[in-house]
């Protein structure tokens, strides 16, 4: 009977800690030049839905742990407002981390920080918008009226507050 309980106890570990993985199939992209950001609705870390509304003229992307890690901390050091001042929305795609890892960790830390971050917690939305090319650099868009005018992928802080400010 334990064996069993135990068995039950590891399955339920399993499939509570699995993540969204996208179904077989086409997904069209997202991130191309002259394609409107307009449909992009997403929860921020407070549970609330978000849209890329017409004043937003950048849009930063983290499809990675660690540059996700790198504008937080980033952000963290500027004036809660620093993102509104610069027409910028932060986008953190949290999707490839286990269900439970999100919910247990990730989303409660995120509420800590006080700049918004628009959260794409699932892992179809998020292979609409990460590529090979983009997986592990900072991306950020440039947008005119929620249409990406140009896409510029950056390696470091030093970058994309440089970006940011233009």
């Known amino acids: 009977m334990q064996k069993i309980f135990i068995g039950l106890l590891t399955l339920f570990l ?10 077989e199939g086409k997904i069209e992209p997202k991130l191309i030049v002259s394609h409107s950001l307009a449909d992009l609705k997403l929860n921020d870390q407070n549970g609330n839905e978000q849209g890329i509304d017409a004043d937003t003229k950048k849009v930063i992307f983290a499809f990675s742990k660690e540059n996700g ?8 050091t500027k004036d809660d407002s620093y993102l509104k001042d610069n027409n910028t929305q932060f986008v953190a795609d ?10 247990m960790f990730i989303m409660p830390g995120l509420k800590d920080f006080n700049h918004p971050i628009l ?3 699932n892992a179809i939305v998020s292979a609409a918008y990460k590529t090979e090319e983009n997986s592990e650099k900072i991306v950020l868009v440039r947008l005119d009226n929620q249409v990406i005018t140009e896409i510029k992928y950056l390696n470091n802080v030093e970058e994309l507050e440089k970006e940011i400010e233009k």
């Open 94 to 103: 949290v999707s490839s981390a286990p269900s439970l890892i999100r919910s």
């Open 14 to 23: 399993f499939i509570g800690c699995s993540s969204n993985t996208p179904t």
């Open 69 to 76: 890690h790198t504008c937080n901390d980033f952000f963290a």
């Open 119 to 121: 959260v794409i917690d």
